[in-house]
């Protein structure tokens, strides 16, 4: 649906791998592909009694990427807590990241708007964090079982928060390839969404032209492309305009996003509070 009354407010969270060759917060290789498990230690096996102790070369990333999204603060503090959630894939039940006191703040990152101008899209953050495990579903006479491999545990991400300044899926596109062109310049991430080391998320709502409040957003989820995260928008963007339309609510939630259907699927997300 082209519905002219209408206009889409698009937030994007990026999580980047970063390319050190050691996790965030012990000395475990960073290696992909290797067999399961292989690289693990006490650490980032969330052991109790460990002491995590964070790789320099995984903030001064973070600092180059801070600067290079022209933030206007990285704090000379900046602190980590523990976000809680219970999934099979995390040892600890908690992810290390930033909440409070993240690494940076206050960016931008430019588009162009058309006729040799360009426009700003606000950052609001920069923070960094740990990766979880892997779920691995077995095939055959294993189909009944999951394994997990947590070599990923514990692999650096940093994680880059967008304003809802984004106004079209081809905008959230344009501001995507800039961002990663700019993790690849770095040497920070190789960029790669379809291998799983860039991941975005989309925040997304409609409101009517004019109007300044935000509507209720929905999360979206598993774009592994980034023509994926275009087609992604646009069908959320239409299936909401047309719930409106019809003078029904969209509801908060997270969709999944099938690349096979083109279609979204409701999930229920991971439980989750913040300590
Ligand atoms: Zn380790």
Redesign the pocket.
């Known amino acids: 649906m082209n519905d002219h009354t209408f206009e889409s407010v698009i937030g994007l969270e990026v999580h980047a791998q970063l390319l050190t060759q ?2 965030i ?4 290789s960073t290696r992909f592909g290797d067999k399961p498990n292989s ?7 969330g052991m109790p009694g460990v002491l995590p102790v964070i790789n320099r070369l995984v903030v001064e990333y973070g600092v180059m990427t801070a600067l290079a999204l022209h933030c206007e603060e990285v704090p000379p503090r900046s602190i980590f807590a523990r976000k809680n959630y219970f999934y099979p894939d995390l040892p600890k039940g908690y992810q290390i990241s930033q909440y409070e006191s993240p690494l940076a703040l206050r960016g931008y990152l430019e588009i162009p708007a058309g006729e040799n101008r360009l426009r700003k899209i606000g950052i609001t953050r920069v923070h960094l964090e740990e990766d979880a495990g892997k779920l691995v579903h077995g095939e055959g006479p294993e189909s009944e079982s999951s394994f997990v491999d947590l070599n990923r ?2 692999v650096p991400l940093m994680e880059i928060v967008s304003e809802p300044d984004l106004r079209t899926p081809e905008e959230a596109g344009e501001y995507l390839r800039r961002l990663t062109a700019i993790l690849v310049y770095l040497g920070v991430c190789d960029g790669k969404m379809e291998e799983g080391s860039l991941r975005c998320d989309a925040n997304v709502s409609i409101r009517r032209r004019g109007e300044t409040a935000l509507g209720v957003k929905t999360e979206l989820k598993n774009m592994n492309s980034f023509k994926n995260v275009e087609k992604a928008l646009a069908k959320e963007i239409e299936r909401q305009i047309e719930l409106v339309s019809k003078g029904k609510k969209v509801v908060q939630e997270t969709l999944l996003w099938d690349p096979d259907n083109e279609v979204t699927l409701s999930m229920r997300g991971k439980e989750e509070a913040h300590d």
């Open positions: 050691s996790k917060f012990c000395g475990c690289h693990t230690c006490p650490v980032c096996l545990a514990g």
